[in-house]
């Protein structure tokens, strides 16, 4: 049960103390992969007996956890990268780019979640601040589409 596609990048944090001037650079080089709030939910959910894999490249949008058999496909999505409707600030430098860019991959989201249902996936949103303040409500959310009481709703 080998993780697919899955290359592991430090987030920017690091980055951004030691040089600020390349953030925007780095930011717009990496894809947010295999992030902090994914390993989070994924040990949450591991420590359930659950059994999934994490960035399933075989189906739109690699989800970052995935069930093949009850077809659920779980996204954690990073507040920022996502222009999390609770939270997102905008980077004071380049702002109007980083907030085009954040409803570019808000479309992309959209896309990905139309083809996954087309394919009869439930798709679960996972918003990186929900995780951060309820990490139990979100695995339990993710247990009940599995359990099929419910299905997979985008929360913004
Ligand atoms: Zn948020």
Known sequence: M???NAPRISTPRRIVRRNPSVVSKYMAA???VNTEPERR?????????????RNYAIVPGTPDIAFPRENVAVFV???FWHACSHCYVAPSVNATYWRAKAQRNRQRD??????????G?????IRECALER??????????????GCTRGRGVG
Do not use: M, P, Y
Request: charged content about 30%; hydrophobic content about 40%; overall charge positive.
């Open 2 to 4: 080998g993780t697919l």
């Open 121 to 125: 996936w439930s798709v679960v949103r």
């Open 134 to 147: 309820n990490a139990d409500a979100c695995v339990r959310r993710i247990k009940l589409v599995l359990s």
């Open 30 to 32: 990496i894809r947010s």
């Open 110 to 119: 959209r896309r990905t979640e139309r083809q996954l249902r087309k394919l």
């Open 41 to 53: 939910l994924s040990t949450l959910l591991a420590q359930t007996g659950l059994r999934f894999r």
């Open 77 to 79: 999505d990073g507040c």
